[in-house]
């Protein structure tokens, strides 16, 4: 869509203004103003209170040093980040990132995001996400250790069970959680559920671990549904292999496809038998290697340099489940000549504007990430109830849980695009669906949020 209304034009100008340097940032926002239009048409009041310039513009951000003490005893210093978006319905929600590339205008995007999806799950939860420069990859236990310890010990005061509860995401995984948890009930003298993602017997929920990727799968199925399709007999292409993806891959093979391909940074391993996921789930979970490694244990398989590759390969369901803009314009474009006709976003934003313009012209069924992949912190949510509550849901109960959120998240978008005209488009449903609820709690809480 264009974008023509006047007022969604003049804050994005603003914000091309103000933060020109921040192209994932503007990026996100460009997308989700873009389907707001036909909703600021319809209701005047949100212009009057100046939503969309508060909603982009985060309540509070953190930037603080994180120096640690590496194994030959030098003295690291990264950068630490906590970007607390929006509160309206919630304690600021989402993950932690530990990647090189971490930036604020990553954190931006990602937190801007986060506020749209975690309003979709129907459980009360605000936006932020956060995060460090630091790079967990050729680490030993005790580097990680020591760096979420010192990363801990600052953003401790900026915290707690009903203020911010910051989860995993890309580098952050159950080791990374536990090391910081340790830390803050050190500090505080309290056993809280301020973090989620945290270990069974530590006050963490089952099923958490496969949540996000089960989630997209239990998304992408509901929409194959509704176009009267399934996953069985498919032939699904998944980038990464880590927890997305892992859990990605063992549910849509459940579900009766054939996972024929997954990647990570370095390049992408296929099997035209079907990726054996407890294979990946060992290498990338137990051994923390490489996707190639996956050769020594598969006869078959075929490893190919190059991460961007993978969607050269013919499928019929793409998930993209590594990082944002992983499937730029040329991909996109491969991905339809080759007849790929569903693509589910795992990732966060891992479809440039280009390429979601590709597939939308092409007419291909697009579940966007916001709504796709909101199963993980939806089961953040869940733990958080149970830790509140200080009782265990089975494996089964928090499955069957998300499972119905999933479903109620694709019949929020799908029926948000049907009111604004925009039939079939879940992009613009989950981004409306999302908006509107946090729109309305900030309207009534009054213009000092
Ligand atoms: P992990 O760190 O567990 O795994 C990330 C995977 O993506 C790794 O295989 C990694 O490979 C690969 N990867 C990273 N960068 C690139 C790249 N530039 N090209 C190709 N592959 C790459 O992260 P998660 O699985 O947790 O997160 C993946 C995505 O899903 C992120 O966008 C995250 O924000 C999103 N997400 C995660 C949720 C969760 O619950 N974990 C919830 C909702 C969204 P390598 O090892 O080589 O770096």
Redesign the pocket.
């Known amino acids: 869509m264009a974008i023509t209304n006047k007022y969604v034009k003049s804050v994005l100008a603003d914000l091309k203004k103000r933060y020109p340097e921040q192209k994932e940032f503007l990026q996100a926002a460009t997308e989700v103003l873009d389907s707001l239009q036909p909703v600021v048409e319809a209701r005047p009041e949100l212009q009057k209170a100046a939503i969309l310039e508060r909603i982009t513009e985060p309540e509070r951000t953190i930037m603080f040093r994180v120096s640690w003490v590496d194994d030959k005893g030098k003295v690291q210093v990264n950068r630490g980040y906590r970007v607390q978006f929006n509160s309206a319905i919630g304690p600021y929600k989402g993950?932690l990132?530990l990647?090189p590339s971490v930036n604020l205008s990553i954190l931006k995007f990602?937190g801007f995001e986060q506020i749209f999806k975690n309003s979709l799950t129907t459980l009360p939860i605000g936006g932020g996400k956060g995060g460090s420069d630091f790079d967990p990859?050729g680490k030993s236990d005790g580097e990680v250790m020591r760096f979420c310890q010192s990363f801990m010990t600052e953003l401790e005061k900026h915290i707690g069970p009903d203020t911010d509860v910051p989860?995993?995401?890309?580098?952050t995984?159950g080791r990374e959680i536990g090391y910081m948890f340790g830390q803050y009930k050190r500090l505080r003298n309290e056993f809280t559920g301020v973090l989620t993602?945290k270990a069974i017997g530590s006050g963490g929920s089952l099923a958490r671990t496969e949540?996000?990727g089960y989630g997209l799968c239990y998304f992408v199925d509901e929409m194959l549904k509704h176009n009267k399709s399934t996953f069985k007999g498919k032939k699904v292409v998944i980038?990464?292999?880590?927890?997305?993806?892992i859990y990605a891959c063992q549910k849509a093979t459940q579900l009766g496809a054939k996972v024929i391909a997954m990647?990570?940074?370095?390049g992408y391993i296929e099997d035209d038998n079907g990726i054996d996921y407890k294979v990946m789930q060992q290498i990338?979970e137990v051994k923390r290697d490489?996707?190639e490694t996956y050769l020594k244990y598969v006869k078959g398989a075929k490893y190919t340099e190059g991460?961007r590759g993978i969607w050269t390969i013919p499928c019929d369901i793409a998930l993209p489940?590594?990082?944002?803009n992983?499937i730029d314009e040329e991909s996109a474009k491969i991905l339809v000549k080759n007849k790929c006709f569903a693509v589910g976003e795992?990732?966060?934003m891992?479809s440039t504007l280009e390429a979601i313009a590709v597939f939308q012209k092409a007419g291909v069924l697009f579940a966007p990430?916001k709504a796709a992949?909101a199963g993980?912190?939806a089961t953040s949510a869940l733990e958080m109830c149970q830790n509140s509550a200080r009782l265990s849901w089975t494996f089964e109960e928090v499955d069957t849980k998300l499972h119905n959120i999933m479903i109620e998240i694709y019949k929020e978008a799908s029926s948000a695009a049907e009111k604004y005209g925009m039939k079939g488009n879940l992009l613009a449903g989950a981004n409306i669906a999302g908006f509107e609820k946090v729109a309305n709690a900030m309207l009534w809480q009054g213009i000092c949020y």
């Open positions: 993950g990132r990647h990602l990859k989860a995993g995401d890309i580098g995984g993602g949540a996000t980038s990464g292999s880590g927890n997305v993806a990647s990570d940074s370095n990338k490489r996707v991460s489940c590594a990082t944002q992983e795992g990732a966060n891992p990430a992949n993980g912190v």
